[in-house]
């Protein structure tokens, strides 16, 4: 059974630092691309960023500006988001998936998991 796990999300303060981390169990195999998504209420789903099997990374720098960075350890299967200087406009539930591809179309996707809250008080 494929699990993602999510962890590190919680309540913080404008210009604070998070690391959110997806632990992934169960994959067929190793050759599955990663992605972060967050979900705002009332919005729709946005990519944040991910990484590829073969190690390359990418984010969305429209909402990230460089603030955000992707991790990948693929001896433990985890993945991370390193989030600094945070904005209230970062607020929001933060889900990692995992596809064939890395792809901004949350669709792409086969496994998802069950999110973290991000929550960032002005």
């Known amino acids: 059974q494929v699990q993602l796990v999510e962890s590190g999300g919680g309540l913080v303060q404008v210009g604070d630092s998070l690391r959110l981390a997806c632990a992934a169990s169960?994959?067929?195999?190793?050759?599955?691309?990663m992605g972060w998504f967050r979900q705002a209420p009332g919005k729709v789903r946005e990519f944040v960023g991910g990484?590829?099997?073969?190690?390359?990374?990418?984010l969305n720098t429209d909402s990230t500006k460089g603030r955000f960075t992707i991790s990948r350890e693929y001896a433990q299967n985890t993945m991370y988001l390193q989030m600094n200087t945070l904005k209230p406009e970062d607020t929001a539930v933060y889900y990692c998936?995992?596809?064939?591809?890395?792809?901004?179309?949350?669709?792409?996707?086969?496994?998802w998991g069950q999110g973290t809250q991000v929550t960032v008080s002005s």
């Open positions: 990484a590829t099997w073969t190690g390359g990374t990418t």
């Open positions: 169960g994959l067929p195999e190793r050759r599955y691309a």
């Open positions: 998936a995992a596809g064939e591809l890395l792809s901004y179309v949350s669709d792409e996707y086969t496994y």
